[in-house]
């Protein structure tokens, strides 16, 4: 029963990241600052790998502090870019 609530809790944490990301960007998008619309499949990490493919300068701040967040919680380096989703990159979903 603990596995299962901790598996609750982690799709929880996954859809307040997803709609952080939508409240931000939707706030930039709407004032014109990005031509990218938000997309609600998309975690803040996620779009922050995007901006750092692209070569986005703010991506280029921002992702430095994301990565180091995660490397405390146990991550590898290189997490904003890792975390980029399939789809955005135009290749099969994994499995």
Aim: glycine share 8%; aromatic share 6%.
């Amino acid at each position: 029963m603990l596995r299962r609530a901790l598996e609750v809790a982690r799709q929880l944490l996954l859809s307040i990241d997803q709609l952080a990301q939508v409240l931000a960007v939707g706030l930039i998008y709407i004032a014109g600052l990005t031509a990218i619309c938000p997309s609600a499949d998309e975690t803040i990490s996620s779009y922050v790998g995007r901006g750092q493919l692209r070569g986005a300068w703010w991506a280029r701040i921002l992702a430095p502090a994301i990565d180091r967040l995660f490397i405390l919680l146990g991550d590898e380096p290189g997490h904003c870019r890792r975390n980029v989703e399939t789809a955005f990159l135009e290749l099969p979903p994994t499995p």
